[in-house]
């Protein structure tokens, strides 16, 4: 009775609440932590009651969590290290702990209870859908003129994990095996996320357009029926992506905020002041920079670093104190690589760049027997590295969550993707 009753609801988390909770994760930051924190139970629960269970041999998730599983505790490690070397809270590893715990949950239902097709067949509807709800709640949110902080979570970091749900789902809506009808209906979905990533003005997160535009290119050459190498597809590719940009630089009230850009950059250049969103980022990579050199290898610690941060321009005259206000307001210096290696030095940075190396490590175990699945989990390693470069997006629990949820998601999907010659393939 009892492992019936469990069954059933193994079957109703991974055809319903799961998906449900992706769905609306855009909403609420506590929608997308319950959907991390069910996994986290579910895959854990397994883990250690897989004699209740059937074996299953989903032999590419198997191997790549166990990969996955192994980048994870290492990065975790490292971060400890240096955590306990500048006697830093604990919440400083919130990040690569819920990497690590969602890592865990899925080993655990790699080899105990793999989803199933419909399961997966749900989560890509949900992506779809989640796409949708972030366009509805950022086209709610602009047409009331309400500010960016209404969103789940920091907007720049919001917007990141919606390009992860389009690169989730685009490589799936252009895939020739999924029926005409949902490939129409994800893609028109994947084109609402990147909306409402435009709307958002979150530039860190603008690099989803020329990704976007490279996998149709590469999508559309696989399909061709003739022969279209790389001389022509080149030039398609520069093309697409040149008539997106235009576009949407000339659009009317600047919505890339990049004329907004050059202007900051000029007004650093020019008057030395950095009140602004990409001065003091410029301010804020330079001491990154300088603190670097002083200690490379163990870095300076969080409490030294956000000391520094709000001591900027002191000693200076009124006007120098001035103009870095918009500085001491900051916590973090708005660059992961940066951060992680003032913080931490050498280990910090080992730390985050061993969690690229993974993503990159699975991509290519799955470059060749899941295309599609490849490409998914590549956008969201693309979209992850581009977007650090400009924000600490992973100090931000939402985005840590999402991060730890769309490395997993292409992981289990890879098996519905191939067939005996290890072409690309879809069981919907």
Known sequence: MFTHS?????????????????????????????????????????????????????????????????????ALTLAAISALIWHEEFATLNAPLRMLLAAVAAYGVAHHHSLSPRTCRNISDALALACVMALIWIGWLFMHDVQRVSLASNAIAWAVVISFYVCLLLPLALSAQVPAGRRRIWLCCAGCGIVAILLSQSRGAFLIIPWSCLLIVWFWRKRSTTTDGLGRTLPRLVLIISIALATLWLAPGDILRIRQAAHEIQQVRSTENYNSSVGARLYLWQMAIEGIRQSPWIGIGGAERLRRIKQAGAGGTDDQIAKLEAVRSLGHVHNEYLHAALDGGLLGLTSFLATLLGMAILIRQLARSAPVAAWQLGGVLCMHMSASLTNVNLAHNYYATALALAVLLPLFAAQRYMTKDGASSCTY
């Open 6 to 74: 469990m069954r059933h609801a193994c079957t109703t988390f991974n055809l319903y609440l799961l998906p449900g909770l992706i769905a609306f994760a855009p909403m609420h930051s506590k929608v997308l932590g319950t959907a991390w924190l069910t996994f986290c139970v579910y895959g854990i629960y397994l883990l250690f009651n897989a004699h209740r269970f059937q074996q299953h041999t989903d032999l590419i998730a198997i191997s790549t969590t166990s990969v996955w599983l192994k980048i994870c505790a290492a």
